[in-house]
């Protein structure tokens, strides 16, 4: 009992010495606005959020069959037209845009810090400033070299922060190697936090019953595609492939919130093959180009590959004479999946689409513009 109240004493102690935090996690509204459900296909997660009914079919197990792939075999799978999907989507955000200027005199405004020279990167930022101005959104881009220090970068967040035209803050990742990406991160303000990142969004999102303030850009839009595509989610198989905190852990997590039956398979997994061509749909996400074979793939599943990798290429389709390649093997495992994302043009697009959604979402919980 001493022990216990020592303990509680301490915590307390530290609460009241972190007012800030008190006072966002308890007064911020994570309630949804309305606009996903406007603009977006997929339903607020509480509402997904079915009592655990268990029956003895429960226990039923059907081994998968393994797919041989042969030489005369044709492309079967239909391809996920991200880009297209994502035109629609910015599209339908410009639109709330222009009725949120007209009513109240207001836009959404992301602000964007960008460190270093990637050619990846630059081409995700130069993408995402495109976006904006075709949605009529504020956009303001805050760049260094790679050799800039945390406190400079701290104090575009801090700028971006204490702004109230500005409703998002995203910073690129990755960060250069001697840039603390978790400290640098933990300074955004939660409310302006669209990219989703936030302990406390990501807490939300792993627990029944709550709704994040922001679910993040890409595991958002992957399920955004395979909800528009028709994929039925709900107690499908799916494997996720790679377990980072941007796309594999978000993503599985949404998954099982959209009542999947959810596997992740990561470095140390001994037999990633056999656990993905269980898999109903395939998410991933593990940056190694072409990792994922046809005959990783059970046939009819849905692959969602979120991998992008430059390809040196004269002549190529990107700025700067590359190719963009996914960490599926799209000419094999198209031959075998029912439907499946390319790269590009697949999972990119939605990201920024998302991005978008969340800028909007957060002005509009600022106005409390319905």
Not at 58 to 64: A, D, F, G, K, Q
Not at 134 to 144: H, N, R, S, V
Not at 325 to 330: A, E, L, P, R, T
């Amino acid at each position: 009992m001493a022990l216990k109240n020592k303990v509680q004493s301490i915590v307390v102690s530290w609460w009241r010495k972190n007012p800030l935090l008190l006072s966002t996690s308890r007064t911020l509204n994570t309630s949804a606005t309305g606009y996903d459900n406007q603009i977006l296909k997929s339903p607020p997660l509480v509402s997904l959020d079915f009592p655990d009914v268990w029956t003895s079919s429960s226990t039923n197990y059907n081994p998968p069959s393994i797919h041989k792939l042969g030489s005369d075999e044709k492309e079967i799978a239909r391809v996920i037209d991200g880009k297209q999907i994502a035109e629609e989507i910015i599209s339908a955000v410009g639109v709330e845009v222009r009725r949120m200027k007209n009513t109240i005199g207001e836009v959404p405004g992301l602000g964007v810090i960008l460190v270093g020279e990637r050619r990846d990167s630059l081409t995700y930022v130069r993408n995402k400033m495109k976006a904006c101005e075709e949605a009529g959104f504020k956009f303001d881009l805050t760049q260094f070299s790679d050799k800039c220090n945390e406190d400079e970068v701290i104090d575009a967040i801090m700028r971006f922060n204490t702004d109230p035209s500005f409703h998002g803050i995203l910073v690129q990742l990755p960060l250069p190697q001697h840039l603390k990406e978790e400290k640098i991160l933990g300074v955004l303000r939660l409310e302006k936090d669209v990219d989703g990142f936030h302990p406390m969004n990501m807490g939300h999102l792993a627990m029944r019953g709550r709704e994040p303030l922001f679910i993040p850009c890409t595991p958002k839009g992957c399920v955004e595609l395979l909800i528009r595509s028709g994929v039925e989610i709900m107690g499908k198989n799916a494997v996720v492939i790679g377990r980072s905190n941007i796309v594999g852990l978000p993503v599985s997590l949404l998954l099982q919130r959209h009542n999947a039956t959810v596997s992740v398979v990561n470095e140390s997994t001994s037999n990633p093959e056999e656990i993905t061509r269980e898999a109903d749909i395939v998410v991933s996400a593990v940056g190694i180009p072409n990792l994922v074979r046809g005959d990783w793939i059970k046939p009819g599943a849905v692959v969602v590959d979120v991998g992008t990798h430059p390809v040196e290429e004269e002549g190529g389709c990107e700025e700067g004479g590359y190719r963009l390649i996914g960490d599926v093997c799209f000419e094999e495992a198209s031959r075998v999946a029912s439907s499946i994302t390319p790269v590009p043009g697949g999972v990119g697009p939605m990201t920024v689409a998302m991005l978008l959604c969340n800028t909007l979402q957060s002005a509009a919980r600022k106005y409390n513009f319905v």
